[in-house]
T-cell receptor
């Protein structure tokens, strides 16, 4: 079945540095990728929707200048957390779909656990 | 009203028990509904889609009530391996590639 690969699985960084997370669709072309964030004991919260070749659409309350999303190809989207702070520590998960149908379930990457010290 | 609401649990049930989870959603235009399962510190995995007529997959049965904007998941003959958090999921918008909105999840612990 469809596979989404996310890298790295976990990262520890110092406050003020930037971290890049990659999300790749391995056996299909992902026209749309979604980035979610999950804090402990909370639900997955949608951060942004990324369409290949265009600017990402950010959800209300998500700073686009802090969370830079690039979807330059049909198989790769990246999320860069710029000037990370401890409150950015969270579980970041990408998901992808190659179909333009609202009935298509999403395929998720295995997530990236970010810890900012 | 939250977009998707679930009873957080936890539900602690013995092996072999039948357990039901409920979920309500606020967007009456939502067209797709799913149950996902999430194990601790892992990504969510699709358990099953939910169809208007209700659907069954082995020990799992999903129901949808559009009038009440209510979704349910029934698990029969619970196994230890069913212990996880079950996420109720609906689509956010009603067109094109639409992101999904997740409930907080209901935690299930099946006890030997």
């Amino acid at each position: 079945g469809a596979v989404v690969s996310q890298h790295p699985s976990w990262v520890i960084c110092k406050s003020g540095t930037s971290v890049k997370i990659e999300c790749r669709s391995l056996d299909f072309q992902a026209t749309t990728m979604f980035w979610y964030r999950q804090f402990p004991k909370q639900s997955l919260m949608l951060m942004a929707t990324s369409n290949e070749g265009s600017k990402a659409t950010y959800e209300q309350g998500v700073e686009k200048d802090k969370f830079l999303i690039n979807h330059a190809s049909l198989t790769l989207s990246t999320l860069t957390v710029t000037s990370a702070h401890p409150e950015d520590s969270s579980f970041y998960i990408c998901s992808a779909t190659g179909f333009s149908s609202y009935n298509s379930p999403l395929h998720f990457g295995n997530g990236t656990r970010l810890t900012v010290t | 009203r939250k977009e998707v609401e679930q009873d957080p649990g936890p539900f602690n049930v013995p092996e072999g028990a039948t357990v039901a989870f409920n979920c309500t959603y606020s967007n009456s235009a939502s067209q797709s509904f799913f149950w996902y399962r999430q194990d601790c510190r892992k990504e969510p995995k699709l358990l099953m889609s939910v169809y208007s007529s209700g659907n069954e997959d082995g020990r799992f049965t999903a129901q949808l009530n559009r009038a009440s904007q209510y979704i349910s998941l029934l698990i029969r003959d619970s196994k230890l391996s069913d212990s996880a958090t079950y996420l109720c999921v609906v689509n956010k918008r009603n067109s094109g590639n639409t992101p999904l909105v997740f409930g907080k999840g209901t935690r299930l612990s099946v006890i030997a």
